[in-house]
């Protein structure tokens, strides 16, 4: 049984910051990619950013510059440091670890139940 959990939401005025963290527990081998996605009202869910085991890091443009993903391999923990927010931040925001169980497990994604970032302007 794998599961994963966010913490840190809120309401913050723009402007101001929030750091966002996930940590994925249960019988995991390794986890190779941990991602944090977003979805607002009546719009697609979409990659914020992307961390890999080596470190590599991915930004979607409206993300660069403003966020920053870093990782705890140990603690099978993803951060997500979010400073100068604007109310287009507003959404939901979720993480996904995509992990392995077992050696020769493919990999499945494992996302958690979602923490709610509201922006005011």
């Known amino acids: 049984q794998v599961t994963v959990a966010e913490s840190g939401g809120g309401l913050v005025q723009a402007g101001g910051s929030l750091r966002l963290s996930c940590t994925a527990r249960?019988?995991?081998?390794?986890?190779?990619?941990m991602d944090w996605y977003r979805q607002a009202p009546g719009r697609q869910r979409e990659l914020v950013a992307s961390?890999?085991?080596?470190?590599?890091?991915t930004y979607a443009d409206s993300a660069k510059g403003r966020f920053t993903i870093s990782r705890d391999n140990a603690k099978n923990t993803v951060l997500l440091q979010m400073n100068s927010l604007k109310p287009d931040d507003t959404a939901v925001y979720y993480c996904?670890?995509?992990?392995?169980?077992?050696?020769?497990?493919?990999?499945?994604?494992?996302w958690g139940p979602g923490t709610q970032v509201t922006v005011s302007s």
């Open positions: 961390i890999i085991t080596g470190g590599r890091t």
């Open positions: 249960g019988s995991i081998f390794a986890i190779d990619t």
């Open positions: 996904n670890a995509n992990l392995r169980r077992w050696l020769m497990d493919p990999g499945a994604d494992y």
